[in-house]
């Protein structure tokens, strides 16, 4: 490896390394110029650093530069029990935290070789639906706004909020939930919560249309979008690109229709896909896959089934039971009087899985979701104790950067806000 900030054999090739900035000294040369942008930028969605080797303002070449956002999470997580890794691996992409607690909880759950109840499973498929809507509103916001559209940044954050409501009433948090545990849900669903999701299917509709009528046919978002970071089927698929990139170069591969679970085989839905494969052809996905994840959610409240939401054995099942209080959702007082005055052996069972955990059988596994950015995945090792060997996550949004050269090159520089922008990384995710 070369010192940082000095050539090579090859005169073409420039190593550039974090915080080296200072010691490049040959940014201008054989009439290109090489520019920084970024980690600080506000377009490179939290802080990606890009390195941009241009001539004039056509870009050569464009080098994603990760890091500054790392977090640590997966090898946190190798040090805690298996309940508490939900807490962590919520935090990933923090845009769409109930897909990284859902990935994970079904790699311990293949392990632990339980079956999550129905309800449980309907309940995950309802809110994670909305928590796609509620990422693509949040992309559709700062797309519009890095675009100067900043109606749709309010309203697309505005219609957001609502949804963030539910999320706060059913797990007590708008973000990074910890909703989803191993074996269920951390807890019932509020009373409420149909009526909450019917209103919401009511609400959003409206809003999506709103968004709508204001980019599809606006021409300055056209032109800015169309023929603009073109990604096709072959190149995305040599990446390894999948989800709304994928699709929208026609390809229509969905895991939930793929390799279906938590029973998505019962709903009826669409696969939206185009065939253009540039930016305007993914704000045309994302937008129909809302439409499409309404339509899921409808199906899902009319067949939510009852009864409970966490596997039985009372060797994994999270003992703490929570209930509603004046002031927001707490332990429950019958089961504190319960464990604290009738029975001693509830009371050391909930002592030893709070402190300890339960143990995972050894083995190791890989699980998917389709996260609102593609296929999310979830490696895991387990050596048989209270606590994961390894934990390695597959986010989309590490792997969609690889793209990044390939479909900004002979743009304008100014191009490269539009390609970031439909990629829709979270720096979360990618710095995990």
């Known amino acids: 490896m070369p010192a940082a900030g000095t050539r090579v054999d090859d005169p073409n090739e420039l190593f550039v390394e974090g915080a080296d900035w200072e010691t490049v000294v040959d940014a201008i040369e054989d009439d290109t110029l090489t520019v920084n942008m970024g980690p600080q930028h506000p377009s490179t969605h939290g802080v990606l ?63 632990l070789d339980v079956q999550v109840p129905e309800r449980a499973d309907a309940v995950r498929v309802i809110l994670s639906e909305f928590n796609r809507i509620s990422s693509h509103l949040v992309w559709l916001a700062t797309g519009g706004m890095e675009l100067g559209a900043t109606t749709v940044m309010t309203n697309g954050f505005g219609a957001r909020e609502h949804i963030l409501d539910l999320f706060e009433s059913q797990s007590g948090l708008r973000m990074n939930h910890a909703y989803f545990r191993p074996g269920g849900l951390a807890q019932d669903v509020t009373e409420d919560f149909v009526e909450r999701c019917e209103s919401l299917l009511e609400y959003l509709p409206g809003k999506i249309g709103e968004l709508e009528d204001l980019l599809t046919r606006n021409p300055i978002f056209n032109d800015r979008l169309r023929g603009i970071g073109v990604l096709t089927a072959e190149d995305a698929l040599a990446f390894g690109v999948t989800g709304p990139l994928l699709r929208a170069a026609g390809v229509p591969h969905d895991l939930r229709k793929a390799s279906p679970y938590a029973g998505y085989d019962q709903y009826d839905f669409e696969v939206p896909t185009e065939t253009a494969g540039d930016s305007f052809a993914r704000y045309l996905v994302r937008v129909e896959e809302m439409r499409q994840s309404l339509r899921i959610i409808r199906q899902a409240l009319d067949t939510l089934p009852g009864g409970e939401v966490m596997v039985a054995d009372k060797k994994i099942r999270w003992p ?68 994961p060997y390894r934990v390695h996550l597959r986010d989309p949004s590490f792997v969609g950067l690889q793209a990044m050269d390939d479909m900004s090159r002979g743009h304008a520089i100014s191009d490269v806000i539009v390609v970031v922008a439909s990629l829709d990384p979270i720096m979360g995710g990618v710095d995990r």
């Open 49 to 111: 650093r890009l390195v941009l080797e241009l001539d004039g303002e056509t870009v050569l070449r464009v080098a994603p530069i990760i890091g500054y956002l790392h977090t640590g999470i997966e090898k946190n997580a190798e040090y805690r029990t298996w309940v508490q890794g939900s807490t962590f691996v919520t935090r990933m992409d923090y845009v769409a935290p109930l897909f990284n607690e859902w990935v994970y909880c079904m790699g311990v759950e293949k392990l």
């Open 320 to 387: 703490s039971q929570q209930a509603l209080g004046p002031d927001g959702i707490g332990n429950d007082p019958e089961y504190i009087r319960h464990i604290m005055g009738e029975s001693m052996e509830s009371l050391i069972n909930h002592f030893k899985l709070v402190t300890q955990g339960f143990t995972v059988p050894a083995g190791q596994v890989y699980t998917t979701v389709e996260s609102p950015r593609g296929e999310l995945g979830c490696a895991l090792t387990s050596n048989g104790t209270n606590k």
